[in-house]
């Protein structure tokens, strides 16, 4: 047994051992310091300081990154990856305001793989969407995450709707779309027995997924790889730090700060925002200009019950009607053997409001005061008041299902979840759907690239978009 005069004995030799550690030059904590035979030294001459996580060519503290990429749904993630597999030896860091990945618009999507059908020849949407669906089955294959072929029918109900539905067609082939086969009734009846129409386009390779899991997979390679995830950092402001800021021998190689609620700070030297629902309040920190905006709109599902599942086997969606801005209500079945009908598409009174009741006050004033939701609402102000009805109405929703299945009843659904969409405004209450990238000026500006929308099918086309989101990035930055 140890007596009081060993345990002096002990503690006066730890101090003493102690003291010497610090005359050698060697202390133990965040960062160890190292005689200089052991390192190569800084350019003033003195020791560098070595962290156990170092991954830049850099030697740097735990808070300074080459890029931060801030956003941790689909398109942020993807972009990551890309990053980190193209530059192995800078250090990247995602930046999440919630405390898991892809909570958002990600993890409320249809889960829809799109062919790319719909999107006009020769533009950068229908060229992402191609390379973007062969791109998302490979990345699934390689790691092991689940999906279905089941394939879709887009179905014209009457006459009039089949000169849209050969464009369609047209449109499809075009593009390169794979598979593309017209169906008359009886071939409906053959994919989708309680179907009916006059005619249809299949897709077979178009498919569904849980990209939620999809998202997860690109943070869980992005951090094998060696980034860094920061969960609960809500970004709340971007600013250069001045020389006299720079305690460290780094001097300005991380110029950028990046604030964040509870005190969060981490340093840079370039930013890369993917921020979907709030991108334009993340531009307008830099010194973008406010448009395009962001006005979110929520689409509620209806849960058909299990015991009626039989009725639908695929995806069914309708012929797009050019005088809205909506595609319509579909049924498409889900990874977790649930089958979504809808949706509506409703003004959200919450950026990230995904429940009927969902207010914000900040939210809405901003939304209601933009001339450009404004325009677009009296635009189509009947359309607009019919959705909403449907929204709250279960059977007039399901009247409008109705017409494709019509064995379809109110009494076989339930009220399911809900999606928000950010949609991308001009003033003048036009849509923008095409990509929007925006860098500012200045010192702070120009370090900074926004991806202010990048519009559906983003998810499909994530794997593409990351891709030319990276080229971006090269073209813009010096990594």
Same mark, same amino acid.
Request: aromatic content about 8%; charged content about 25%; proline content about 5%.
């Given at each position: 047994?140890?007596? &009081?005069?060993?345990? #002096?004995?002990? @503690?006066?030799?730890?101090? $003493? !051992? ?5 005359? =050698? ?119 092991? &995450?689940?999906?279905? #072929?089941?394939? @879709?029918?887009?179905?014209? $109900? !009457? ?5 849209? =539905? ?314």
């Amino acid at each position: 047994m140890f007596c &009081i005069k060993s345990l #002096k004995c002990l @503690k006066n030799h730890r101090l $003493l !051992n102690f003291r010497r550690r610090i005359e =050698l030059g060697v202390v133990v904590g965040l960062g160890q310091q190292v005689p200089s035979s052991c390192c190569s030294t800084a350019a003033n001459g003195g020791p560098r300081w070595v962290h156990k996580r170092q991954k830049s060519s850099s030697t740097v503290s735990d808070d300074n990154y080459d890029a931060c990429i801030v956003g941790g749904g689909i398109v942020g993630l993807a972009t990551a990856q890309e990053l980190i597999t193209r530059h192995p030896n800078i250090k990247l860091a995602v930046l999440e305001k919630e405390n898991e990945l892809a909570l958002h618009q990600t993890g409320h999507n249809s889960g829809v793989i799109h062919a790319g059908i719909y999107y006009a020849p020769g533009s950068l949407k229908a060229k992402l969407c191609v390379e973007g669906v062969k791109l998302t089955y490979q990345y699934c294959d390689k790691h092991n &995450i689940g999906y279905e #072929k089941v394939g @879709k029918l887009i179905v014209a $109900l !009457n006459d009039s709707e089949v000169p849209r =539905l050969d464009e369609l067609y047209e449109r499809g082939l075009i593009n390169n779309v794979e598979g593309l086969e017209i169906v008359g009734p009886d071939g409906i009846k053959e994919r989708e027995p309680y179907c009916t129409g006059v005619k249809a386009i299949f897709s077979p390779n178009t498919g569904i997924i849980d990209y939620g899991e999809m998202a997860r997979m690109f943070g869980k390679h992005f951090k094998t790889l060696g980034g860094d995830i920061h969960t609960e950092f809500n970004v709340t402001n971007f600013r250069i730090l001045t020389e006299s800021e720079s305690s460290t021998n780094t001097g300005l190689t991380y110029p950028i700060l990046v604030e964040g609620k509870h005190g969060k700070k981490v340093k840079c030297r370039y930013v890369i925002t993917c921020g979907g629902l709030l991108s334009d309040r993340l531009a307008l920190l830099s010194g973008c200009q406010p448009n395009p905006r962001i006005v979110p709109f929520r689409g509620d599902y209806l849960l058909l019950k299990p015991e009626k599942r039989h009725l639908v086997r695929g995806n069914i969606y309708p012929v797009p009607d050019p005088r809205f801005p909506f595609l319509g209500v579909h049924f498409t079945p889900r990874m977790d053997g649930n089958l979504w009908l809808g949706p509506n598409a409703v003004l959200a009174f919450k950026r990230e409001g995904y429940k009927l009741t969902d207010f914000n006050v900040s939210d809405t004033f901003d939304a209601l005061s933009y001339s450009g939701l404004r325009r677009l609402a009296l635009k189509h102000l009947t359309f607009g008041m019919k959705e909403m009805y449907r929204g709250f109405v279960i059977s007039a929703q399901v009247k409008r299902l109705q017409q494709y299945i019509p064995d379809l009843k109110p009494e076989d659904v339930t009220r399911g979840p809900s999606g928000v969409r950010a949609m991308a405004l001009g003033p003048d209450g036009s849509l923008v759907d095409d990509f929007v990238f925006d860098i500012g000026s200045g010192d702070l500006g120009k370090r900074i690239l926004h991806v202010r929308n990048a519009p559906s099918p983003a998810a499909t086309s994530s794997l593409s978009i990351a891709k030319m989101v990276a080229d971006k990035v090269e073209d813009s930055f010096s990594l």
